[in-house]
C-alpha cells in the first residue's frame, strides 16, 4: 500500500492544509450567521447569529485562539439553541420544474462533480499521503469548477454559498452535537468519571473467570458507549478498568480482546441517540418525522454483532 | 465521595430519558462534572476548547454542504432516478444492499462517498424512489421513511465495522496505545487482520436483515401481490 503512495508531502503541507480547511469551514459558517443577521424573514436574526459566528470563529481560529478562549465560544455557542433562538430564514431552495430543466440541460454528466469529493479522497487516499480533510476540500473545488462549467450564468459562486446556507439552517444545531459530545467526553475523562465506574464494577464482578470478564467487558462496552456516544471515549476506561484486571491479566490473547472490544463499542454507538453525528443527525439531515428513526433500524443488527463478537473473543482468546 | 462525580452521567441518562433539548442535556452535564470533578471554571473552559477543536474533523461535513445543495439545484435527483428506471429489477432493498458493499469496500481503504450528507441525500434516495416507482407502485411516505432509516442504518454499520480494516486509521491507534500502556505491545495490521472476518459478518447480517424487511414493507404498503410483481 504505502509505496503506491508515490506522492509524499511534508508535515507542513498537512499542517498548514488543515489549518486553511478549517479557515474556509468557518468562513461558511460564519457566513450563514451574518446572512441570518440581515434576513428580515428570519423570526430569530441575533440567536440565530449569534450561534453561527461562535462556531465559525471557534472553526476557524481555534489553532490560534488560547483554550479558554475557544471554552467560552463554545459556551456562548450553545446559548442559542437552549432558549429555542436559532431560527430559519428566508430559504432559496429550487423548485422542481427549475432542477428539471438544469437537469435537461446537464443530463447524466451532473454524476461527474458528485463523485469528485469520492473520487479525490480515494486517489489521494491511494497514492499520497495527504490528510483525507484536505482531500475532500479538493474534490469539493473540483465540482465548483465543474459545475460552473456546465453552467456560468446559473451557478455564481455565491449560489453555492446560499445553498450551503440552507443546508446548515436545515440541520440546524443539531449538527453541532457531536463536537458537543467530544467535549463531554474529555471532561468525563478529566474529572475521573471513567476510574469511579471502573471502580464499582470490581465490587460485583467477580475476577478469575475469562469468560466472564470477556462477556461484562464486551456488555460495558456497549453500555458505556451508549452512554457516552463514543467508542473512543469508552475504550481507554474500559480497557484499563475491565479489559486488564478481569481479562488480559488471565492470559487471553490482547490482540483479539482489544481490537474486538472496540467493535463491541460500535454496537452500542449504533444504539445511542448520544451518538447524534450517526444517528440524529441523519435523521434532520433526510428529514425524517421519528427522531429513533435511524437507531430502530440497527438495534437488530447491533445485537447480532455483539453475540457474534463475544463468541469470537472466547473462542480466540 | 466518589459517587459524586457521577452526576454528569446521571443526567444524560434522565436527559435523554426525558427527551429534553439535546444541546441543553450537554451543556448541563459539562458544567455539572466541571463543578463536582473539581476542574474549576478556568480548567473546564480549557478541556472545552481544547476538545472542540481537537474534535473538528466532524465539521468536514460543512465543507462538503458547499455541493451538496447546487447539486441538488441541477438536476441531481433527476439524473439519479432517470438512471434507475434503466436498471432491471433493482428494488429499494437491493439498492442498499449494494451501496452497502461499496461503502464497506472503500471504507476499508478509508475513503468516504460523502456519507448521508454527500451521498445518501443526493444519490441514493432517489434511486430508491425510482426503484420502487419502477416496480408500479408510488412510494408512501411511510415506506420512504423506512428506506431513509435503513439506507442510514447501512451507512453506519458499514462505515463502522470496515473502517477497523484501515492500517493506520484511529481505532486501531487508540487501540494499540491503550494496550501499550498496559504493558501490551501488538501491531496495528494484526489487530486490523482480526476485524476481517467480523467486518463480512457485519455486512452479511445487515444485508440479510434489510432485504427482508424491504420485502415484508412492500408487501404492508403495497399489497400481497406487489411483491410478486417486483420479482419478475
Known sequence: MSNLKFIQVSDAFNTNGLNIVWIIVGLITIYAGIKNLLDEENPSRVGTAIFWCSFGVVCAFGTWLPAKVSGVLVIIMCLPPIFKKVKVGKTNAPTKEYSRAQYEKIGMKIFIPAFS????????????????????????????????????????????????????????????????????????TKAGVGDV???????????????????????????FTMIMGNAFAAITVMTVGIGAPFVLAYGADPVVIGMLALTCGYCGTLCTPMAANFNIVPVAILNMKDRWGVIKNQVVVACIMLVVQIGFMIALK | MELIKLLGVVIVI????????????????????????????????????????????????IMILLVTGTLERNGLREAAADLIKKVKGATAGKLICVYGALRGF??????????VAGFIRPVLLP?????????????????MEDIKGMASAMENITWFFFQVLFVGGSGGILVQSTLASL??????????????????????????????????????????????????
Not at chain 2, 472503500?106 to 456519507?115: L, P
Open chain 1, 197 to 223: 465506574i471502573a471502580s464499582l464494577v470490581e465490587k460485583v464482578v467477580p475476577k478469575g473467570n475469562v469468560n466472564v470478564g470477556i462477556i461484562v467487558f464486551a456488555i460495558g462496552m456497549v453500555l
Open chain 2, 106 to 115: 472503500f471504507g476499508a481503504f478509508n475513503v468516504g462517498f460523502g456519507g
Open chain 2, 14 to 61: 434522565v436527559g435523554f430519558a426525558l427527551k429534553l433539548d439535546s444541546i441543553l442535556i450537554i451543556f448541563l452535564a459539562l458544567i455539572t462534572t466541571g463543578i463536582v470533578g473539581g476542574l474549576g471554571v478556568d480548567g473546564l473552559l480549557e478541556t472545552i476548547g481544547t476538545n472542540f477543536v481537537a474534535n473538528r474533523s466532524m465539521a468536514i461535513f
Open chain 2, 183 to 232: 504493558g501490551y505491545e501488538v501491531e496495528l495490521i494484526e489487530l486490523a487482520a482480526k476485524e476481517i472476518p467480523i467486518a463480512l459478518i457485519a455486512l452479511v447480517v445487515a444485508c440479510v436483515y434489510f432485504l427482508m424487511k424491504d420485502k415484508k414493507l412492500t408487501k404492508k404498503y403495497y399489497g400481497d401481490s406487489a411483491v410478486k410483481a417486483g420479482k419478475k
Open chain 1, 117 to 188: 469529493v469520492a473520487v479525490f479522497s480515494l486517489a489521494f487516499a491511494f497514492f499520497a499521503n495527504i490528510s483525507s480533510m484536505i482531500a475532500i476540500t479538493f474534490g469539493v473545488a473540483l465540482a465548483i469548477i465543474i459545475l460552473m462549467c456546465y453552467s456560468a450564468k446559473e451557478n455564481k459562486p455565491q449560489v453555492f454559498l446560499q445553498d450551503s446556507e440552507r443546508f446548515l439552517s436545515l440541520m440546524g444545531p443539531l449538527c453541532m452535537l457531536p463536537q458537543l459530545l467530544g467535549c463531554l467526553g474529555g471532561v468525563f
Open chain 2, 127 to 143: 434511486m430508491a424512489e425510482g426503484a420502487v416507482k419502477s416496480e408500479g407502485h408510488e412510494p408512501t411516505e411511510e415506506h
